[in-house]
T-cell receptor
């Protein structure tokens, strides 16, 4: 069973461009979580999605960032008009059911390193 | 603000030695404290986790110690091996999926 897949692994964008990060969850997993890791900091929760639904986007910046998890295909994290402060590692995790203390573990992908020039 | 503070940033230990990583948290509502291990080019993987109703949990060479009154918890890696060389993240959550991570500790085990 392949693990969580993310692509691209590295992405370079110039200020003002758009960045699209893709996440394919593990087979049979319908819950996806996105985290961002800024330099010298820990991973921070951004958004939790199920197929075709955004469940919790409390960690997402209010502007320029959006996420989706369509019925078919990978989950997409989209950053419009990127700025240098968006440079970070973006990790996706998935679980077969709701993750939490009494629930499933989150399985993480290898991350996408975004560099904004 | 950083909800979970982790130290040290990096450490070097000789093969067979003990690696100790410490974490402190502020939110008293946290009730789940996992540790993740990450190898270069890979995503973080759950290593061991503890809940605050116990003060210690051991799995093989890995032990979590938990001090609820001090709001601190630590990971001890006994008999450290070169294969343990990785980045270790502590995390905490409030019974849900929103994990708050520490900044990570890079452990290097010298043969």
């Amino acid at each position: 069973n392949a693990g969580v897949m993310q692509n691209p692994r590295h992405l370079v964008r110039r200020r003002g461009q758009e960045a699209r990060l893709r996440c394919s969850p593990m087979k049979g997993h319908s819950h996806v979580y996105w985290y961002r890791q800024l330099p010298e900091e820990g991973l921070k929760f951004m958004v939790y999605l199920q197929k075709e639904n955004i469940i919790d986007e409390s960690g997402m910046p209010k502007e320029r960032f959006s996420a989706e998890f369509p019925k078919e295909g990978p989950s997409i994290l989209r950053i419009q008009q990127v700025v240098r402060g968006d440079s970070a590692a973006y990790f996706c995790a998935s679980s077969p059911s709701l993750a939490g203390t009494g629930g499933e573990t989150q399985y993480f992908g290898p991350g996408t390193r975004l560099l904004v020039l | 603000q950083q909800q979970v503070k982790q130290s040290p940033q990096s450490l070097i230990v000789q093969k067979g030695g003990i690696s100790i990583i410490n974490c402190a948290y502020e939110n008293t509502a946290f009730d789940y404290f996992p540790w993740y291990q990450q190898f270069p080019g890979k995503g973080p993987a759950l290593l061991i986790a503890i809940r605050p109703d116990v003060s210690e949990k051991k799995e093989g060479r890995f032990t979590i110690s938990f001090n609820k009154s001090a709001k601190q918890f630590s990971l001890h890696i006994m008999d450290s091996q070169p294969g343990d060389s990785a980045t270790y993240f502590c995390a905490a959550s409030n019974s849900d999926y929103k994990l708050s991570f520490g900044a990570g500790t890079t452990v290097t085990v010298r043969a």
